[in-house]
């Protein structure tokens, strides 16, 4: 026997799109349900993105929640470096909003704790067998499996927030999406250290590769090295790690550290459309992946919800339907603004290093067009509305 219920919106996954949009409709007064097939001590330790950008700020601010769930300092500055000479960029901005380093981790955990702690959210973990039925004419449900026992969660809209890999997208007939994908032709070995931190953001391009380093907190960094698309773990021992960080940065005073966590993420683009089929929304990366160069992956996610969240509201509190209906291509031009900025980030900072990637004259392209960040005020204005998500 099944337990059957009924609930305005079921949103499957626990991430930071499906967190956020739950806690955005609990303020709202729609109740939702949250199916995640993890744990919850496994969604808190899990390790990402580090910052929130001005936009996504203003749009916690917006629906009331930037104090109880922000955290860490103004994020405005990044030293573009090649061959080891850096210069920094300062974000321009005429908002009050400005981006904030507040790890992905971070947001996650303090979503958790104001939905479900403070809030009394209905998040339910460990859940698995999920499936979806939404066919045309008939009221969705979702099923799933907990401790055993199935249950049918009859509902008017489903939310796949479950990422690449999840049920949500796959549930969709193939020929009603588009997929577009792009492949880079190569990956980053990002690697969590125990290492003091830095000044600002470090995004470097060098004769050798690319290497940056990101800020995780007073005691942590992220590196990411640029590695061979075919590498795996045991290519990258930590002796090799840190020759690399410091022959990349062209800095010998660089000290070995504790490597806390190591993967290889290749690089890629990825956009399914439209983001809605019937009665199922699809937002973050369920819907579309870009590479991390531009700090933009978690960014799209919460524009999503954003865009989701208030047409939500307006379905269910005030039986109307027109930005729902209108959902994908509502988000899908920036979401393709985004897919642009990312590519230049990668291609500029990727081909302005290793001149056998792609030759001397891209490499030479891609100085010229970091340079033009420093003498040409129109082209760092665009770049700072890009990093601030306000382009
Ligand atoms: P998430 O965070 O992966 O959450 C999806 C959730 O769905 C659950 N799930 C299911 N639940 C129920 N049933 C199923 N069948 C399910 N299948 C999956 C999963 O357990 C999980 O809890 O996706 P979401 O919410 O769309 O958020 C997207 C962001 O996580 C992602 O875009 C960013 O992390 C990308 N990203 C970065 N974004 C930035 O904005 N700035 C960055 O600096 C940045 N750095 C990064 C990144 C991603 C990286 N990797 C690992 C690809 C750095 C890296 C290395």
Redesign the pocket.
Known sequence: MSVIEEVPVVI???????LTLATFLHTANVPCVV????NRAS?EARQ????VDARGVKMFEQWGLADRLLAGPVAQTLDYRVNGVGRLFEIESDDSSKSRFCT?QMLVNNLLRELIDVRGGDVRFD?TD?TISNEDGQRPDVRYVQDGQKHVVACDHIVG???D???SRASIPPDALTTITHEFGYA?L?ALVEAPVVAHPIMAASDNGFVAQ?PRGPQRSRYYLQCAIGDGLRDWPDERIWHEIRLRLRDDTIANAAVLDL?I?PLRSVVHSPMQFRNLYL????AHLVP?TG???????LYDVDMLGLALVSAVRDHDEAALATYSATVLPRVWKYQEFSAWMTDTMHDAGDPTLHGLYRQMVARARLDALYSSPAAARLHSAFLGGTA
Request: some cysteine.
């Open positions: 499957i996954g626990a991430g930071v799109a499906g199916l995640e097939r993890r969604i990402r993105a580090g910052v992905q859940v999920v927030c479950d990422a890999r999840g049920v980053w990002a990101i993967e993420v937002a973050g990366d369920a991390p700090a933009k992956g978690m960014n799209m996610a």
